[in-house]
């Protein structure tokens, strides 16, 4: 049942626990460069047809991640992400495939990556949580969001290495090397054993026991073991069908919808706006083709990366509220400051200068909203409805992002773009209020710690 080889290492087991998010990195990357080229090659002008394939691959990840929730708590987190690798990899070779100009089958293909990529997004967070230590729970945690903005990196390399080719091929090929990851990332999940959590909750503690040896210090596996099978014991003398409505019953509600609001409001801050269509912002910006600016991702990539980085070594340093709170401001400013200035200066402020500003909010993103929105999930939820309510919160994510991929490009075809990111920048500000007087402080707890503390507040 558990799949744990006593060979296999903790550095492997975290890796490929979190190698999901290169999927989710990839494909919210990749278009950014591919959707110039399917633009000349398919004649594409329409701002709403553009949002639509740009955006589709979100409203599949809905459904991925409230699927994934509910077979995961069935089925367990390893065989869901399994199966989502497999389904991703399906969607990157369809969509590498679709008919000349037949715009449907390129939608439905997006549509079967969501699914893979929300499910991914929706379990890994939670995988990673039941495996970290409480220590660590911050830093390991925030190796999904790493290997995220890697996988948006490789992207971003991989459209710049690849705009040389003729227009029909490049966009293919940049979506078509999508399946690569996913192929890696199920190899990988072959080995992995499942969460002890998990394996408690469906009776099988000798099996978590031993995945507890695999990830914990030999004098922290009995007391950490007697922890887990004292909440799931309580669940399930408490146990009642757990549907969508249960998740805001008093008990959990508090908690529920403080991961939940979190996962939305992370992408209706506009961040996606950013690394879905950077190119087109600086054409807007600077006059350069949007296909010749496929430099700009992969400088924004490397900011990304570099806060990821930035963040493993802090992440259990500072509380996770100050950190996303300070975040949150600068964001906020730098989304504001282009509208302001604008004003104020006229004619007389350079356009450029909102790249700049959009570097600055990327890389506080990039190492307090970007991974602590994760870690919060991944933290959050009692372990009765963890994996639905993950599910939930990455349905509720992926539908932000959805919102932004789609009426971006329909924003910036009738107001001015220092206007739409004004108006992001408000929403960043809002954001802040909300988990200031809305969501607790989880750091240095372990999960059962945190379900006691604050359920039925």
Same mark, same amino acid.
């Given at each position: 049942?558990?799949?744990?080889?006593?060979?296999?290492?903790?550095?492997?087991?975290?890796?490929?626990?979190?190698?999901?998010?290169?999927?989710?990195?990839?494909?919210?990357?990749?278009?950014?460069?591919?959707?110039?080229?399917?633009?000349?090659?398919?004649?594409?002008?329409?701002?709403?047809?553009?949002?639509?394939?740009?955006?589709?691959?979100?409203?599949?990840?809905?459904?991925?991640?409230?699927?994934?929730?509910?077979?995961?708590?069935?089925?367990?987190?390893?065989?869901?992400?399994?199966?989502?690798?497999?389904?991703? !990899?399906?969607?990157?070779?369809?969509?590498?495939?679709?008919?000349?100009?037949?715009?449907?089958?390129?939608?439905?293909?997006?549509?079967?990556?969501?699914?893979?990529?929300?499910?991914?997004?929706?379990?890994?967070?939670?995988?990673?949580?039941?495996?970290?230590?409480?220590?660590?729970?911050?830093?390991?945690?925030?190796?999904?969001?790493?290997?995220?903005?890697?996988?948006?990196?490789?992207?971003?390399?991989?459209?710049?290495?690849?705009?040389?080719?003729?227009?029909?091929?490049?966009?293919?090929?940049?979506?078509?090397?999508?399946?690569?990851?996913?192929?890696?990332?199920?190899?990988?999940?072959?080995?992995?054993?499942?969460?002890?959590?998990?394996?408690?909750?469906?009776?099988?503690?000798?099996?978590?026991?031993?995945?507890?040896?695999?990830?914990? *210090?030999?004098?922290?596996?009995?007391?950490?073991?007697?922890?887990?099978?004292?909440?799931?014991?309580?669940?399930?003398?408490?146990?009642?069908?757990?549907?969508?409505?249960?998740?805001?019953?008093?008990?959990?509600?508090?908690?529920?919808?403080?991961?939940?609001?979190?996962?939305?409001?992370?992408?209706?801050?506009?961040?996606?706006?950013? +690394?879905?269509?950077?190119?087109?912002?600086?054409? *807007? !910006?600077?006059?350069?083709?949007?296909?010749?600016?496929?430099?700009?991702?992969?400088?924004?990539?490397?900011?990304?990366?570099?806060?990821?980085?930035?963040?493993?070594?802090? !992440?259990?340093?500072?509380?996770?509220?100050?950190?996303?709170?300070?975040?949150?401001?600068?964001?906020?400013?730098? +989304?504001?400051?282009?509208?302001?200035?604008?004003?104020?200066?006229?004619?007389?402020?350079?356009?450029?200068?909102?790249?700049?500003?959009?570097?600055?909010?990327?890389?506080?993103?990039?190492?307090?909203?970007?991974?602590?929105?994760?870690?919060?999930?991944?933290?959050?939820?009692?372990?009765?409805?963890?994996?639905?309510? #993950?599910?939930?919160?990455?349905?509720?994510?992926?539908?932000?992002?959805? !919102?932004?991929?789609?009426?971006?490009?329909?924003?910036?075809? #009738?107001?001015?773009?220092?206007?739409?990111?004004?108006?992001?920048?408000?929403?960043?500000?809002?954001?802040?209020?909300?988990?200031?007087?809305?969501?607790?402080?989880?750091?240095?707890?372990?999960?059962?710690?945190?379900?006691?503390?604050?359920?039925?507040?």
């Amino acid at each position: 049942m558990s799949n744990s080889p006593k060979t296999i290492s903790r550095k492997f087991i975290y890796f490929f626990g979190a190698f999901g998010g290169i999927l989710f990195g990839y494909d919210i990357g990749v278009m950014t460069g591919a959707l110039p080229f399917l633009k000349i090659d398919w004649g594409i002008e329409d701002p709403a047809l553009i949002g639509w394939i740009t955006s589709i691959l979100m409203l599949g990840a809905i459904f991925g991640g409230i699927l994934a929730g509910h077979f995961s708590d069935k089925y367990g987190r390893r065989k869901v992400i399994l199966f989502s690798s497999f389904v991703f !990899a399906i969607g990157a070779v369809m969509a590498a495939f679709s008919p000349n100009q037949m715009v449907e089958w390129l939608l439905a293909s997006r549509i079967l990556l969501g699914l893979g990529v929300g499910a991914a997004s929706a379990l890994v967070p939670s995988y990673m949580s039941e495996m970290a230590p409480a220590n660590k729970r911050g830093m390991l945690s925030g190796l999904n969001q790493l290997m995220i903005v890697s996988g948006m990196l490789l992207s971003y390399i991989v459209d710049y290495a690849l705009q040389g080719l003729p227009n029909n091929i490049s966009w293919r090929l940049m979506l078509g090397l999508a399946a690569v990851p996913a192929i890696i990332l199920l190899l990988g999940v072959l080995r992995l054993p499942e969460s002890p959590r998990f394996l408690v909750k469906k009776g099988f503690e000798k099996e978590a026991k031993e995945v507890l040896t695999l990830i914990r *210090e030999k004098d922290e596996i009995e007391p950490e073991l007697k922890e887990i099978v004292k909440t799931a014991k309580e669940e399930n003398e408490a146990r009642v069908k757990i549907t969508f409505r249960y998740l805001f019953a008093k008990r959990y509600r508090y908690l529920v919808i403080a991961g939940v609001s979190v996962a939305f409001l992370q992408q209706i801050m506009g961040a996606n706006a950013i +690394f879905y269509y950077i190119p087109l912002i600086v054409e *807007e !910006a600077t006059g350069v083709a949007a296909s010749n600016a496929l430099l700009w991702p992969v400088i924004q990539g490397a900011i990304l990366v570099s806060g990821a980085i930035f963040y493993m070594a802090i !992440a259990d340093k500072f509380r996770r509220r100050s950190m996303i709170i300070t975040g949150g401001i600068i964001m906020g400013l730098s +989304f504001l400051m282009p509208a302001i200035l604008g004003t104020l200066l006229g004619s007389a402020f350079p356009k450029v200068m909102i790249i700049a500003f959009l570097c600055i909010y990327v890389a506080f993103y990039s190492f307090t909203w970007a991974p602590l929105t994760w870690v919060i999930v991944g933290e959050i939820f009692p372990l009765g409805i963890r994996g639905r309510a #993950s599910g939930l919160a990455s349905s509720m994510n992926w539908l932000g992002s959805f !919102a932004v991929g789609l009426f971006f490009p329909i924003m910036t075809a #009738s107001m001015s773009q220092d206007i739409v990111f004004a108006i992001f920048g408000i929403i960043c500000l809002l954001a802040v209020l909300f988990v200031k007087f809305r969501v607790p402080e989880t750091q240095g707890e372990s999960l059962e710690q945190i379900e006691k503390k604050w359920s039925f507040k």
